[in-house]
């Protein structure tokens, strides 16, 4: 929220090109900065900026229009109104800054960060500032979401040059698109500690007219050592890092990080970093009989248990919020993000398979709820975000978190029955309002509010045990949990009539993977076919309005159009790495819990487009985007980090190594390899960075077990041995379901399947590993012991 950021992000990032660059990138991640951040700068800079919040996603009357409004982009359209000449990223852009030597001013974010509106309707509503840009800059506004190679490469000149990085991001760049200055939140106007954004351009206009000679010079060689530092590649190494060495300093990094009392992996702000917890579920199942292996389940489990328990997560409505601002997973800043939904249902689906715990279960069940409640188009796919801020009451200025707070007097209001059975006078509401913490003073406190806003308002958060409300209320624990829900119930009732945060309703092919594979796991975990069905249908989606049948290429983006129609850019927004790679996972994991075998082979064939498109023949790994689509970009990179969403390349070797299981294609594992080669460096300096990759690079040097289930896909004792492997936690494995037709896809990618037979005509199961197989198993529960060797 807002007031909680501001002690830690209402700072200014300037930075300057510089001949030398700052230390080496820190092992988080530039979205896990959040959208402002802590600056260092060589000038004075004020504190924050002024003016009124207003509905930035309304036009004001009679304005006219910029070319903005004709972007599909929910973010680029929140612009659209602005007295700025805004321009899309393209050739008209660099060709007018080119023709009138003019700096470009590139502004990047997305439609429910918290800053960029605040900087929206601070600087680039002001019609002064509006002025200053129009008379000598040329303003280019980006959608990190829909350009992420865009973003990727300036958040990297960002960081790189200062101490840190956020949204939105505002870098100057040269008609070549080369960076010279870079910062991420301005404030409009000068104050005691920091530089608002009028003087930043003036200051800049004066350097580009004085000193622009130096301001190139200066700009070629931070371009120049970026290039260089950046490189990823196998050089003379043949194979990659040893995994137990790599597994055993990732844990310890993390161990010497862990929060004993609260969980997680900091002191404040809080993130829930999906990929840490599903490498320390590896790490367990390796180690499992060692201490380290004990104590790498209790802090994933642990970790789990308080974010669910926290503010973090909506216990009215479900779902997860972006980050807690407090050690206490209590307070959160409030947007709510597709990726870390998907991302969540599968770790605490993991969690429930590890230990047996209903709690998880429920947790991930809640996710998709939401999901597929707020998220969910009709057509399958499923929108990016929703906003932190919305107005407390129509036609007031909106505010981070006003949708999801709550006073002692609206819960006593809504909440007045009395409570039978109790050991003293008690009203439902008071019983929820024990139970979750809430107060007549709030729950909020000051430092984490400094603008009074949220004055007597209460996030939920779980005080007690079920078991402890019951003992304080003399009351059965079954009785207290039916109370708590049916309060809940009613708490999510009255919310619906509250303004609603905005919804980003962009739809991304690659987190539309990640939810595919979310739905997926968790349906095969709990053995619900209905949401393997969402699953299918996100797929269908994907398949029907991302996918390009003459090219074989994925489409970025589609937009909620009118009347449920999906609507595109034109011409369209082309797929990045992180959209096969994430895609592809989905598939594997739809095939897995459907066995339909259809979604393998378009798994197939999206990775020999991806190999195609973004593959480094000379270096090993992937480019983060096409050759041609990053033309006139100073870089092109190699995403080396696992930070809220898994590197591409991370994700990518667990792909490559699952379709070798699938098909035996040795060019796949070969591919693995030099991938995790090229990743060596990176893995042994910070191999904590690259924790989902440490997990693949253990994957690779373990033996991948192939299991195998003959029988009739309809059977009943087929099903029974297929939810068997769902229910246990097997992160390195492939499932195949063998009809007996050998002329299915699978028959024909692997032809010794065509040798194992259904012992007496029942579903049979075999386990193999290194090209031998087991004997076979007609029974679950011999099934489960052997896979639990």
Not at 88 to 107: C, M, N, T, V
Not at 391 to 398: F, L, N, T
Not at 505 to 533: D, P, Y
Not at 631 to 646: F, S, T, V
């Amino acid at each position: 929220m807002q007031g909680a950021r501001a002690w830690r992000c209402r700072g200014l990032l300037l930075t300057r090109a510089a001949p030398g660059l700052a230390a080496s990138r820190r092992g988080s991640s530039s979205r896990d900065k959040d959208r402002s951040v802590t600056v260092s700068s060589s000038v004075p800079m004020p504190a924050g900026g002024k003016g009124s919040r207003t509905n930035c996603s309304q036009p004001t009357p009679q304005k006219v229009p910029n070319r903005l409004i004709s972007e599909k982009s929910p973010y680029l359209l929140q612009h659209a109104y602005n007295p700025v000449d805004w321009y899309p990223w393209g050739q008209e852009a660099f060709d007018k800054a080119r023709k009138e030597d003019k700096p470009i001013f590139l502004s990047v974010g997305y439609s429910t960060c918290h800053w960029c509106h605040m900087m929206e309707e601070e600087s680039f509503q002001n019609e002064e500032i509006g002025r200053l840009l129009n008379e000598d800059f040329v303003s280019v506004k980006v959608d990190r979401e829909e350009r992420p190679d865009v973003d990727k490469v300036y958040m990297t000149f960002v960081q790189a040059t200062s101490n840190g990085g956020g949204w939105p991001m505002s870098v100057w760049l040269t008609p070549n698109l080369q960076p010279f200055v870079g910062g991420t939140y301005f404030p409009p106007e000068d104050g005691l500690t920091r530089v608002g954004f009028r003087t930043v351009l003036m200051r800049i206009r004066e350097q580009w007219n004085q000193n622009k000679s130096t301001l190139l010079e200066n700009s070629q060689r931070v371009t120049a050592a970026l290039l260089a530092r950046s490189e990823i590649s196998m050089g003379d190494r043949q194979l990659p890092p040893s995994a137990a060495t790599m597994n055993s300093r990732c844990f310890q990094q993390l161990d010497e990080g862990y929060d004993e009392e609260y969980g997680g992996f900091a002191e404040a702000p809080k993130f829930p970093t999906p990929v840490i917890l599903s490498f320390l579920f590896s790490y367990w199942l390796s180690h499992r009989l060692t201490q380290d292996g004990s104590r790498a389940q209790q802090m994933a489990l642990h970790t789990l248990k308080m974010m669910a328990n926290g503010g973090i997560r909506d216990h009215v409505g479900q779902g997860f919020h972006r980050y807690s601002t407090d050690r206490q997973w209590h307070v959160p800043h409030f947007e709510k993000m597709l990726y870390d939904q998907a991302q969540l249902t599968v770790a605490y689906s993991q969690a429930f398979q590890i230990s047996g715990d209903e709690f998880y279960s429920e947790v991930a069940k809640g996710i998709l709820q939401y999901v597929a409640r707020n998220l969910s188009h009709r057509s399958g796919g499923f929108y990016s975000a929703e906003d932190a801020d919305s107005p407390p009451e129509r036609g007031m200025r909106p505010k981070e978190g006003a949708f999801y707070v709550w006073t002692v007097k609206e819960v006593q209001q809504l909440l007045p029955e009395p409570v039978l059975g109790a050991t003293e006078p008690l009203t439902s509401g008071q019983l929820l309002m024990k139970h979750y913490g809430l107060t007549e003073a709030g729950s909020i406190s000051p430092s984490q509010d400094p603008k009074g806003e949220l004055q007597g308002q209460n996030v939920l958060t779980v005080r007690y045990s079920l078991e402890l409300t019951a003992a304080r209320f003399g009351l059965e624990v079954e009785a207290v949990r039916t109370l708590l829900n049916s309060g809940l119930e009613k708490l999510f009732q009255a919310r619906k009539h509250r303004p609603k945060p905005h919804l980003d309703s962009k739809m991304l092919a690659a987190w539309n993977g990640l939810m595919v594979s979310g739905f997926a796991v968790t349906g095969a975990v709990l053995g619900q076919e209905r949401l393997i069905s969402y699953a299918i249908s996100g797929a269908k989606f994907l398949k029907r309005h991302m996918f390009d049948v003459a090219s074989g290429r994925l489409m970025r983006t589609c937009y909620a159009g009118s009347g449920g129609t999906v609507e595109h850019s034109n011409p369209p927004c082309w797929g990045f790495l992180e959209d096969y790679a994430f895609v592809v996972r989905g598939l594997l994991d739809l095939y897995e819990a459907s066995q339909e075998s259809a979604w393998l082979e378009w798994a197939l064939r999206l990775q020999d487009t991806q190999d195609r498109l973004f593959w480094d023949s000379r270096g090993g790994g992937y480019f983060c985007s096409e050759a041609e689509l990053g033309a006139g970009l100073p870089l092109r990179l190699k995403d080396d980090q696992d930070g809220a969403e898994p590197s591409a390349n991370s994700t990518s070797a667990h792909n490559l190594l699952r379709l070798h299981g699938f098909t035996g294609h040795k060019d796949w594992m070969d591919k693995c390899v030099c991938l995790l080669t090229a990743f060596s460096e990176r893995m042994r300096r910070v191999p904590v960075a690259l924790p989902e990759m440490v997990r693949a690079l253990s994957a690779h040097q373990q033996t991948l077990k192939q299991i195998v289930i003959c029988g009739d896909p309809q059977a009943k004792d087929t099903k029974a041995l297929l939810q068997c492997v769902h229910s246990i936690y097997i992160p390195n494995k492939v499932l195949i379901l063998a009809d007996g037709d050998p002329s299915s896809f699978l028959s024909r990618q692997l032809p010794f399947l065509s040798t194992l037979r259904r012992l007496e005509d029942q579903a049979t199961a075999y386990v193999c590993e290194n090209q031998a197989c087991s004997m076979p198993i007609t029974e679950p529960c011999e099934l489960r012991k052997l896979l639990h060797q």
